[in-house]
């Protein structure tokens, strides 16, 4: 802003014009106490993160819970799988053929990964962790939160699993079981098999 001369000043004031008092103007503003400042003053420790560190952080997952495989999936008896395994099929054919190289890209329980990019219901697709493998896809594709809670609730319990099962949950979790089965039952480049081979290639119910 323009500062007016003493003459201006002179001029204003001898025509009865009244100045506003406009010297707060001319001092600077306040300077705000950066946040480091303000945990001393308050006496709590500052803690200084980098920008997107918390989208680095490793997801929180539950404790491991052994359960036996489904038989439908034509595995040997003793074949156990994590409750709350990231990707159960792939651990399963893993342990039906231990020391297999399977030629194709690993499959993940979503089409994107792992996790799906959101939920319909809204929650971070992070606490789907916490839900069991089997009703995954269900709590992702669940808009009614109320039922979702379920999901982590009563989805541990076998015969509650299969009353909460979706219609939607189920057809994108056999997707994701046709997509494990394909990559595991895919020959490899090398036409000459021994009968070991074929034998670790299709486990028992699957034999060619």
Do not use: C
Not at 22 to 27: K, N
Not at 52 to 79: C, F, K, L, Q, Y
């Amino acid at each position: 802003m323009t500062k007016l001369t003493p003459r201006q000043k002179a001029e204003y004031h001898a025509a009865g014009v009244e100045l506003p008092d406009l010297s707060e103007l001319d001092t600077p503003p306040r300077q705000q106490p950066t946040a480091r400042q303000l945990a001393k003053q308050l006496g709590i420790p500052y803690i200084e993160e980098p920008f997107g560190a918390a989208t680095s952080r490793p997801a929180r997952r539950p404790t491991p819970v052994m359960e036996p495989a489904p038989r439908a999936w034509d595995g040997p008896d003793g074949i156990m799988i994590d409750r709350f395994d990231v990707n159960p099929g792939v651990t399963f054919y893993k342990k039906v053929m231990p020391g297999h190289t399977f030629p194709r890209p690993v499959p993940t329980m979503f089409a994107l990964g792992d996790l799906p990019p959101f939920t319909a219901s809204g929650i971070d697709p992070e606490q789907l962790y916490f839900v069991p493998w089997s009703l995954r896809h269900a709590a992702a594709v669940t808009v009614d939160r109320q039922r979702v809670l379920q999901f982590f609730e009563e989805g541990s319990d076998g015969m509650t699993a299969d009353m909460l099962q979706t219609r939607e949950g189920l057809h994108a979790f056999r997707e994701y079981v046709y997509r494990v089965q394909a990559w595991a039952f895919t020959l490899p480049d090398d036409p000459k098999l021994s009968s070991e081979d074929v034998a670790k290639l299709y486990p028992p119910g699957r034999q060619p």
